[in-house]
């Protein structure tokens, strides 16, 4: 048999005006994942993985300019 092990982390921060309009404000998220493979006939395998977004808003030029 073949069985996956994960283990996972991630965080998040959220400073905008509005959820779910923001105008002003950032958002910031990471996570982080480790895990391995486990098989009686192949060898193990190892995976790391690590991702992150950010996302800014601010008012301009009478709308909302958004970077990401």
Do not use: H, M
């Amino acid at each position: 048999g073949r069985g996956v092990g994960t283990l996972s982390a991630s965080l998040a921060r959220e400073r905008t005006n509005n959820p779910l309009d923001p105008s002003g404000g950032y958002r910031l998220r990471t996570e982080l994942r480790a895990g391995q493979t486990f098989s009686r006939i192949d060898s193990s395998l190892r995976f790391y993985r690590a991702s992150g977004e950010a996302a800014t808003y601010v008012r301009a030029f009478g709308g909302v300019l958004a970077g990401r």
